[in-house]
């Protein structure tokens, strides 16, 4: 029987983050994962002179997590902005609208956005502006105010049409989700701050435009690397004891301690004083249920959706549209459609496809084709062509296809999220020595799961260190 310090159970990259805190703490750990690979999601494939990222393929600047530790493993110089414009659009009667300049998520900043803003109708523009005459809701007189959905919120404050047009493919979509379940709270805080605060989201955000009137030339939110995503996970593997790393090791059962036993299907059994769960929501249940009934429930009821991503390349010739962006978003209500989402990879990020070629992604179910796994590969792949084909003017045969499918890989944060990690986190206070950190918690971006996975390893290799 092996013992060690503290286990991470987990080798995406919140598992690595906080292995990565324990390693720079000189802290004993262990770090086991199913798979044969590192990184989770977060994965690049290269073929052919085309650079595909088969999960996410940015991290955003406004959240210095990700950045920071970019930063400390001495990758700073290597982060790759996008390529302007960095136009977003958002499909509406089968056309491709621009959100405009100076709005964000849609919502804009001032009178001369508001204008520009062609997705909307004028009646739609004008039930937008009047967002600014909106009083808060009555709860905001308390300290908390009470919880809405993405759909609630909006249509209180922007109305109907913005909520089908903007929060629904814009906010909701990207989390593969339903706009009338997922939590404004627990997702986008800062809309609710705003309301809080200025009374009005689009006074927040010229105000925050105007405080910032010498800001040199912005380029853009995200950043990459040109070896792709997976150069991130990559390295900070590197940077950690080799045999530190165990692959191809599933813990299938947890007991309670300290010392925690994690049993293996491989046989091997390990005893450790610290366990960091960094795993799906749906996994870390089935685990956290072995110390305690309440907590695993509690994790169970974490919900997810799964997605497919299906890549294509044409000749550049084949695609009749100009691609000046980044990509577009496709809203529930847009009759005759099945993709989600579609990203211009090749016009996104600098060096992802070789001359004379475009490389685009699909996006396929989340809430709104929850069977989409089920389908074979030919059929997503036909989907996303027909659908592509109609919205870019292709013609001809792609020259690469691969789809990538993620079961249960995107974390739901539906109203009484915040309750529940809540109640999570008084369970685990009363659990010393475990730790539960990823996507499934507080927040499914990188940058998140960066800053929970080097919190849970700091406050572990303290522990170590007072006990010692």
């Known amino acids: 029987m092996n013992h060690v310090a503290v286990a991470v159970v987990g080798g995406g990259i919140s598992g690595l983050a906080a292995a990565y805190e324990l390693h720079r703490r000189k802290t004993p750990f262990v770090l086991l994962e ?21 999960g996410p393929d940015a991290l955003v600047t406004q959240k210095p997590a990700a950045i920071a530790l970019c930063e400390e493993l001495g990758l700073a110089g290597r982060l790759i902005p996008t390529r302007a414009p960095r136009t977003a659009y958002v ?13 964000v998520f849609g919502i804009p900043a001032g009178l001369r956005s508001l204008a520009a803003h062609r997705l909307l109708s004028r009646r739609g523009r004008l039930r937008l502006g009047l967002e600014l005459l909106t009083p808060p809701h009555r709860s905001h007189r308390r300290r908390e105010p009470a919880e809405e959905t993405i759909g609630a919120f909006f249509r209180r404050r922007f109305g109907t049409e913005a909520t089908d047009y903007l929060a629904e493919p814009l906010l909701a979509g990207i989390h593969s989700g339903d706009v009338e379940r997922l939590s404004m709270h627990a997702l986008f805080p800062r809309f609710i701050e705003a309301e809080r605060k200025h009374g009005s989201v689009i006074r927040a955000f010229r105000r925050t435009a105007a405080a910032r009137p010498g800001a040199p030339e912005h380029q853009g939110p995200f950043r990459s690397f040109a070896e792709g995503l997976e150069t991130l996970p990559r390295t900070l593997a590197a940077r950690l004891p080799a045999d530190a790393l165990r692959q191809g090791i ?38 956290a249920a072995g110390v305690d009934d309440r907590l695993g429930r509690l994790c169970a009821e974490c919900t997810d959706t799964s997605v497919a991503i299906v890549v294509l390349a044409f000749a550049r010739a084949a695609v009749s549209h100009p691609l000046r962006g980044s990509g577009f978003v496709v809203p529930r209500v847009e009759p005759g459609l099945s993709i989600a989402a579609a990203t211009w990879i090749s016009s996104k990020w600098p060096g992802r496809a070789p001359d004379g070629h475009v490389l685009l992604r699909g996006f396929l179910g989340g809430t709104r084709r929850p069977n989409a796994l089920a389908e074979p590969d030919a059929s997503l792949i036909d989907t996303v062509r027909g659908d592509l084909t109609r ?11 691969r789809v990538y499918r993620w079961p249960r890989a995107n974390p739901q944060l539906n109203v009484g999220h915040p309750a529940r990690v809540a109640e999570i986190d008084d369970r685990l206070a009363r659990t010393p020595g475990l730790q539960i950190v990823g996507a499934a918690l507080r927040g499914v971006g990188i940058a998140d799961c960066v800053a929970a996975g080097r919190a849970a390893g700091r406050t572990a290799a303290d522990a170590v260190r007072s006990a010692a």
Do not use: W
């Open 34 to 54: 199913k798979s044969n690979r590192l990184g989770g999601m977060i994965r690049t494939d290269r073929t052919g002179g085309f650079t595909i990222d088969a």
């Open 91 to 103: 499909v509406r009667d089968g056309t491709l609208h621009p959100l405009p300049g100076g709005s």
């Open 250 to 287: 599933e813990v299938t059962r947890l007991t309670a301690g300290p010392p925690y036993a994690l049993e293996t299907a491989q046989g091997p059994r390990i005893t450790a004083d610290h366990v960091i769960c960094a795993l799906p929501a749906h996994a870390t249940a089935a685990l």
């Open 391 to 401: 919205l870019l003017g292709i013609h001809g045969e792609p020259v690469l296809a």
